[in-house]
C-alpha cells in the first residue's frame, strides 16, 4: 500500500485550492444569499481543466485520475457546496456517460464541447416527480422511435446544471413492455423544440446549483443521439452513478474539513470563563472526533478512487465511502455551529451555510437508504 500522493496530485491540489480561495471562496455567501450561478468561476476553470477530468485528453479534456478528480472536488466543497455540486455534475453526471458509452463518433462530437465550454455544461436527467430511487418501475419518460427520430415525452424533476447546459441526457422508456432492458440514455441538447426547463428550485442548499423540474412534450432528436445500445439505459447508470459516489462523497469532506476549519480558528479566539474554547474537554473532543471522521473519511474514498482507477468492481467501496462521508459531514458541520454558538447559525460565519450544504449530500445520487442496500446485497451475496 502507498497512501503517499504524487507529486502530480500535490501539485493538483495546490492549484485547484489557489483557485479557490480566489475565485470561489470570495462569492460563495453572496451567490448562495442570491441562488445565483457563478458564470465567471467557471469561465476560468477551462484553463485549470477542472471542466474535463471525465473527458479523456484526445477528447480536449484532462481526464485526471478518480483520486485527482476526488481532491479536487474537495477543494471546491471546503469553499461552496453548489459550485462543487455543479462540477461534480457535470464531469460525473454529464460528460461519464458519453465518455464511458459514448461511440467515436458522439465523443468527438460532444466531448471537446463539455471540456472547454463553462456556458454550456452537461447534465443527466433521471429523477421524475413520481420515480427517485425507483429506476426500474418508476420512469414514465419514454421515447418512441420515428423513422430516424427519436420522439420524447414525460417530465424529470431536480436536475441540476439544466439552465447552465448545452445538453442534457435523459434516461428513457424505450421499450413500453418494461423491465430492466427497457430503459436508454439519449442525449437531448438544451436548445431542442419542445423541452422546457422551469424555473430553479427554492432550496435549502447548494443554492449556486441550479436545480430544475424539465417538461418534454414532442422533443425530437436524431436516432444516432443514443448512447450505446437499446436497453442498455438501466445499467449505464447505476455504472455512472457508482462514479458519481465518489465524488458527492469527495464533496461532502470539503465540506466537513471546511467546517472543521471555521470552527478551529474560531474556538482559538473566542475566550469562555477566562480561557479559549479549545481549553474545555467537550470542544477538544467535538474536534478531535471531527478530525478523525474526516480522515476516516478520506480514506474510504480513495480506496474507491484507487479500485475505478484500476478497471476494479468498487460499486461496494463507492456506496460505503458515500454513506460515512455525506453523514459524517452533516454531523462535523452540526458540530462546528455547536462551538460557534449563536454565531454558527448566523450568517456572519458560513458553518451554517456549509451544514445546509452537506444536508443534501445523504440524498442526491442515492440517498442513504439506497447505500444501505447496495453495501447490504454485496455484503450478504
Known sequence: MNFEMTDEQRMWRKTVH??????VKPKAAELDAASEF?????RKMVPLGLLGMEVPEEY???????????????E???????????VEAHNSLGCGPISLFGSEEQKQRWLPGLASNADGLGALALTEPGAGSDLVGGIKTRAELKGD????????????????????ITLCRTDPAGGSHSLSLIVVPTDSQGLYIHPPEKKMGVRACPTHA?????????KNHMLGDPGQGLYQTLEVLDGGRIGISAISVGLAHGALDEAI??????????????????IQWMIADAATQIEAARLLIYQAAWLKDRGKPYSKEAAIAKLFATEMAEKVCRDAIQILGSYGYSREYPVERLYRDARLMTIGEGTSEIQRMVIAKRVLS
Not at 150 to 166: E, F
Not at 214 to 222: A, F, G, K, N, S
Open 214 to 222: 424539465l417538461t418534454y412534450q414532442d422533443v425530437r432528436v436524431p
Open 18 to 23: 489557489e483557485f479557490c480561495a480566489q475565485e
Open 265 to 282: 480558528a474560531y474556538a482559538k479566539e473566542r475566550v469562555t470563563f477566562g480561557v479559549p474554547l479549545t481549553h474545555h474537554q467537550a
Open 60 to 74: 480536449g479534456g484532462t481526464g485526471v485520475d478518480a483520486i485527482s478528480a476526488a481532491i479536487a472536488l474537495e
Open 149 to 168: 427520430v427519436w420522439v420524447i415525452n414525460g417530465n424529470k424533476a431536480w436536475i441540476t446544471n439544466a439552465s447552465v447546459s448545452s445538453l442534457i
Open 76 to 86: 471546491l466543497g471546503m469553499v461552496c457546496g453548489g459550485t462543487a455540486l455543479s
Open 38 to 42: 457563478n458564470t465567471e468561476a467557471f
